[in-house]
């Protein structure tokens, strides 16, 4: 297990219409369907914010306005440990069309239970599950 340095990975809770955006990961990936919030990997010199507009433009096609932080999670999985970051989110524009996902989802808070999450998003989906809303 890989625990001596952890890479930073920022999320989205992308919320539009009172819905939120989940995804699914690839058969090809290690985390294969599982589904998580959207986002991607921080490259250097970039800000978690940038990062998450650049990942949601290249991943699904869209431009996002990215709010306040909402909360991080440390998760050490077998090939990699990640620090996932989360913000809040607004759908800006665009055409969702996913380049790097199976499928994806716009679905309620009280809908979250029925997907089975990638472990560094579950802290995420049970925050959520808590509170009744995350953006103001």
Known sequence: MIK???????????????KILVAQRKASDRLSGMWEFPGGKLEKGETPQECLKRELREEFGIEVSVGHFVAESIYHYDHISIRLIAYAATLLGGRLEPTDHDDYRWVTISELYRYEFAPADVPFVEMLKQKARVIP
Do not use: F, P, Q
């Open 4 to 18: 001596d340095k952890l890479v930073t990975v920022t999320a989205a809770i992308l919320e539009h219409n009172g």
